[in-house]
C-alpha cells in the first residue's frame, strides 16, 4: 500500500485530461491529497496547492505520485529531476506509466541509499491464466465506452458506491493505474501480455455470492484504432451481465485520432452487446453515463433527457448525480 499522503505530480500536461490520473485521485481520495506540483506549461490545474517537494514534505507527504497520463506511458525527461528530489526528501515515488521508475538507474540508487521506495502500479504482480471462458457464479457488470477517457472509471466507482450506500454487494474491479492507485488493488490490464488479458479479468472477477455484483473498470474502447485489445479482453473475460455505456458528448474526433470520429451510443450499444453475448448470452444494456463535465448544468439535462428518450435507458451523469439509478439497473 501507498503511504499517504500525496504530492499529485503533473508535470507539464498539454491538457487537463492528460492529468486524468491525478484527477481521479483528487475526486475519489481528496483526503489523500495535500497538494500538486506543476512544471512550467503545465495546463492542469486541480486547484490543489502548488507546492515543492521541500513544501509538500513540510506539509507531510510522503509519497510523489504521478498523476500524467500520456501517450506511451512515457516518462519524460524533464521529471527526472523532480523525482530525484523527491527520494533525497525521504518521499516515496509511484508510477502507473508504461516507463519503469525502477529501470531508471541512477533513480534506483538514490531510493535504495535514501531508505525510500518507488512503486511502478502499471507492473503485473500476478502470473495470470489464459481465459478459459467458464461461466461463473455471480454476477458483473462493464462499462464500455465510445472512445477513451470518457468516464468508465468514473461511473463504475460511482455504481459500485451507490450498491454499498444501498446496502447491496459489491465490488469495485480496477483494471487500470488511476483505478489501482484509488483503491490499492486490482490488474494493470493494458500491461499484461495479450493472450493473457482475458485471463487476468477472469482472475479478477471469480466466482462469488449470486448476488454479489463485481462492477468493472472499462478501459480503451472497441472503436478505437490504438486500444481496442484491451475492451475486447474485458468483454470476453468479464463475461458481463450488464454493460453501461460511457459517452462524452463534446468530442469533435476520438481521443489521438483526429481522423476517425466517435461512433454513436446505437452503434456502441449493438457492438459491445453482441460480443458480450459471445460468453454470456444473457448479457443486457442497463444504463448509459453521460460525461457532461463539458456542459453547462442546463445543457447537461437537456443532453440527459434527450439521450433517456431516445435510447430508452437511465440516462445520468454519476459523478454529477450519482449513481443510484445505474446501480437500481443492476437486479438479481
Not at 465490488?171 to 500491461?191: H, K, M, N, Y
Not at 446505437?266 to 457532461?292: K, Q, Y
Request: proline fraction near 5%; hydrophobic fraction near 40%.
Amino acid at each position: 500500500m501507498l503511504k499517504t499522503p500525496y504530492l499529485l505530480f503533473l508535470g507539464d500536461v498539454p491538457d487537463p485530461l492528460a492529468a486524468k490520473v491525478a484527477t481521479g485521485i483528487h475526486d475519489w481520495r481528496p483526503e489523500h491529497c495535500v497538494g500538486q506540483y506543476r512544471l512550467e506549461g503545465c495546463k492542469a490545474d486541480l486547484g490543489l496547492d502548488d507546492m515543492t517537494i521541500a513544501e509538500a514534505k513540510e506539509a507531510g507527504a510522503k509519497t510523489l505520485v504521478v498523476g500524467a497520463a500520456n501517450r506511451g506511458g512515457v516518462i519524460s525527461q524533464s521529471w527526472r529531476a523532480v523525482f530525484m528530489e523527491a527520494v533525497e526528501a525521504g518521499m516515496d515515488v509511484a508510477a502507473g506509466l508504461h516507463d519503469h521508475l525502477v529501470d531508471i538507474a541512477e533513480l534506483k540508487q538514490a531510493a535504495d541509499e535514501a531508505g525510500t521506495e518507488l512503486f511502478d502500479v502499471r507492473v503485473p504482480q500476478v502470473k495470470y491464466p489464459i481465459a478459459n471462458g467458464k461461466k461463473r457464479t455471480g454476477k458483473r457488470c462493464l462499462a464500455v465506452g465510445t472512445d477513451c477517457s470518457v468516464g468508465k472509471m468514473y461511473t463504475t466507482l460511482a455504481i459500485d458506491k451507490a450498491m454499498k450506500a444501498a446496502g447491496r454487494k459489491s465490488s469495485f474491479r480496477a483494471t487500470g493505474q488511476t483505478g489501482i492507485l484509488i483503491t490499492g488493488e486490482g490488474v494493470p490490464l493494458d500491461a499484461v501480455v495479450a493472450d493473457f488479458m482475458a485471463g487476468a479479468v477472469e482472475w479478477l472477477t471469480p466466482d462469488n455470492d449470486a448476488d454479489h455484483w463485481d462492477i468493472i473498470e472499462g478501459q480503451g474502447s472497441l472503436f478505437h484504432a490504438s486500444f481496442s485489445g484491451v475492451t475486447m479482453a474485458l468483454v470476453h473475460g468479464g463475461q458481463p451481465d450488464a454493460l453501461v455505456l460511457c459517452h462524452e458528448p463534446t468530442r469533435t474526433h476520438m481521443r489521438g485520432l483526429p481522423d476517425y470520429e466517435l461512433p454513436s451510443l446505437e452503434a456502441l450499444r449493438d457492438m459491445a452487446l453482441s460480443l458480450a453475448r459471445v460468453v454470456n448470452p444473457a448479457c443486457e444494456v442497463t444504463g448509459i453515463s453521460i460525461n457532461t463535465a463539458g456542459l453547462s448544468p442546463e445543457d447537461a439535462r437537456t443532453y440527459l433527457k434527450e439521450v433517456e428518450e431516445r435510447m430508452g435507458l437511465p440516462t445520468v451523469d454519476p459523478f454529477r448525480d450519482g449513481g443510484e439509478r445505474l446501480a437500481e439497473g443492476l437486479t438479481g
